[in-house]
C-alpha cells in the first residue's frame, strides 16, 4: 500500500466505511461486527484515524505482510492518543442507562379473559408437526366410540373423519361463553389458541358441566426449566457472528419482540442486563414490556449502551417489543439489508432470592411461526392444575415425538381429601417422576369421573 492508498482511505466520509476497508486493505478479510463496534467506539472518544490504522499495522495478524511507507506518521498520530487518553477517558459520553425504571411498577391488573379471535391458520400445522400425525390419530382413536362428539381445530376435525366420526360438531365460541345448548361425550381440540383460551378462561367449567367422558387436547412440550425465567429468540433474530454472543435484526421493518417465560404460578421481580448496539448516528430504540410502560434509549454520540432494568413477571408470557428508529447500516454494500440494533444476551438476577452474582438466562432458538406464539404455551402444573380445579378428575398425558415416539407421563387425580393450596394445586401424582421433554407435543387426556370402583363418588368429584 503507497502513500496515496492511505490518503484516500483516511478521506472516506464516514467511520464505519473507514473502518470496513481498512480491515479489508490491511488484513484482507471482512470485519467482525464486535471488533467494529470497538473501533466505531474508540473514533468516538478522540482516537484519530491514523491512531486506529497504526493499531491495525502493528497487529499480530497483519505481521508486516507489505511495507507501510506512512507507518512514522501514524505511530505519532498513536502516540498523541496515549497522550491525550486520561483526558479523553472523563469527557467520553458512553453513559450506562440506569435509574428509575418505568419496568418497575406493580404487576398490570389481571385482564378478563375471552375466547380468542386470534387466528394463524399456520399455527395449529406448525405445532402439530412436532409429532407423527399418524401416531396422534391412533392414540385418539381408543376415546372417540362415543357418539357425542365436539371439536377445535382443522387437524381434529382431520382425525375424526378419518376415523369415520361423522356426527362429531364443532366447538364455535358462543358455545363456550353462553349456554351449552348440547351434551357430548368427548371434545377434541388441536388449535393452540382455543385451548389456551379455554384452559385460562371461563369456559373450561361451563365445558365440564356438559361433558359426559373427556376433553382431549394438544400442547407442545416445553424445555423450559421449573420455576426459571426463560428468554425466547424469535425467528426475526438472527446471529451475527458465530464466536460472538450478539444477536441482530435485519429486516425492512423496525419493530421487534424478545419474549420472556416465567415458568412458575407467580410473579417474579427480576433485574436483566443486556447491551444495545446501533451503528447509525442519532438513532433510537424505544423498548416497552407487556405492551405498556415506554422507554427511550438514545444514540446521539454513543455505540452501545449498557442496560440494567428491573422487571415484574407475570406467570408464563412476557414480552419487551424493541422499535428502532433509524435507516440502519448496510453490512455489506453489496447487500440491500440493513442492520438496524443488535443486542447482547440479557444476564439476569432475581432480587427475591438476593442473588450475588448475575445469572445466565436460560435461552433457546423459538420453533414456532413467530415468539409471540408462545402466549399460549402452558407449563404441565398449570394445565393439570386448571383442570383439576374445573371437575375433571384425571388428567392422563402422552408425550408424542417426530420420530414416531409416544411416552406415557405421570397420571394425576383430584384429591378430594386433601384439598390444599400447593405447588401442583388441588391433586396428587400416581406417578412421581416426570421425564425431561426436548422436542414434540403433549396429548392430555382430561376424564370428567372417577371409575365405579374408585372410592372417591360423583358427587365429590363433581
Known amino acids: 500500500m503507497d502513500k496515496t492508498d492511505i490518503s484516500l482511505l ?36 478522540g482516537m484519530s484515524r491514523k491512531a486506529m490504522l497504526y493499531c491495525i499495522v502493528r497487529s499480530p495478524e497483519f505481521d508486516n505482510r507489505f511495507a507501510v511507507p506512512e507507518l512514522k506518521s501514524l505511530h505519532l498520530a498513536y502516540f498523541l492518543y496515549l497522550l491525550q487518553k486520561p483526558v479523553l477517558s472523563i469527557l467520553k459520553s458512553n453513559k450506562k442507562a440506569v435509574g428509575n425504571s418505568p419496568y418497575c411498577s406493580k404487576a398490570a391488573s389481571s385482564q378478563k379473559t375471552a375466547f380468542s379471535t386470534y387466528h394463524n391458520p399456520n399455527l395449529e400445522y406448525e ?30 376435525k382431520t382425525i375424526l373423519n378419518e376415523n369415520g366420526n361423522l356426527s362429531a360438531r364443532e366447538l364455535i365460541p358462543d358455545e363456550l361463553w353462553n349456554a351449552y345448548s348440547f351434551k357430548a361425550g368427548t371434545c377434541i381440540l388441536t388449535d393452540p389458541a382455543s385451548i389456551y383460551y379455554l384452559l385460562t378462561g371461563e369456559g373450561l367449567s361451563a365445558l365440564a358441566d356438559h361433558l359426559n367422558d373427556y376433553c382431549i387436547f394438544t400442547m407442545p412440550a416445553t424445555p423450559f426449566p421449573s420455576d426459571s425465567v426463560s428468554i425466547i429468540w424469535g425467528k426475526e433474530w438472527e446471529t451475527l457472528d458465530d464466536d460472538t454472543p450478539y444477536k441482530w435484526f435485519v429486516s425492512e421493518g423496525s419493530l421487534i419482540p424478545l419474549v420472556l417465560y416465567n415458568n412458575s404460578n407467580t410473579i417474579q421481580k427480576i433485574t436483566l442486563k443486556f447491551s444495545l448496539t446501533s451503528l447509525e448516528n442519532c438513532s433510537e430504540i424505544i423498548a416497552s414490556f407487556n405492551g405498556m410502560n415506554y422507554k427511550r434509549y438514545s444514540f446521539q454520540s454513543n455505540i452501545s449502551l449498557e442496560v440494567e432494568e428491573t422487571f415484574y413477571l407475570h406467570p408464563f408470557y412476557n414480552q419487551i417489543t424493541f422499535s428502532y428508529i433509524g435507516a440502519g447500516v448496510s453490512s455489506d454494500e453489496m447487500v440491500p439489508l440493513s442492520i438496524k440494533f443488535a443486542i447482547s444476551p440479557p ?27 408462545y402466549r399460549f404455551i402452558l407449563p404441565d402444573f398449570m394445565i393439570r392444575y ?31 381429601s386433601s384439598r390444599q393450596e400447593n405447588k401442583k394445586g388441588y391433586y396428587t401424582f400416581i406417578e412421581n417422576s416426570v ?11 382430561a376424564k370428567r369421573k372417577a371409575e365405579a ?4 363418588s360423583d358427587k365429590e368429584v363433581l
Open 127 to 156: 405445532v402439530l408437526s412436532r409429532c407423527q400425525i399418524s401416531v396422534l390419530s391412533s392414540a385418539l382413536a381408543s376415546y372417540i366410540d362415543s357418539k357425542d362428539v365436539c371439536y377445535s381445530g382443522s387437524i381434529a
Open 386 to 416: 386448571l383442570l383439576h380445579k374445573n371437575s375433571f378428575f384425571e388428567v392422563a398425558a402422552l408425550h408424542i415425538s417426530d420420530d414416531y415416539q409416544c411416552q406415557k407421563l405421570p397420571v394425576t387425580r383430584f384429591d378430594y
Open 347 to 373: 444476564v439476569f438476577r432475581k432480587k427475591t432470592e438476593n442473588l450475588p452474582k448475575w445469572q445466565p438466562i436460560y435461552s433457546i432458538n423459538s420453533t414456532l411461526p413467530a415468539a409471540e406464539d
Open 453 to 456: 370402583a374408585n372410592t372417591y
Open 10 to 45: 483516511l478521506q472516506v466520509p464516514d467511520d464505519i466505511t473507514f473502518v470496513k476497508r481498512a480491515y479489508q486493505e490491511f488484513l484482507s478479510r471482512p470485519i467482525a461486527f464486535q471488533d467494529l463496534t470497538e473501533h466505531l467506539k474508540l473514533l468516538k472518544i
Open 435 to 445: 421425564p425431561a421433554l426436548q422436542n414434540g407435543i403433549i396429548l392430555y387426556i
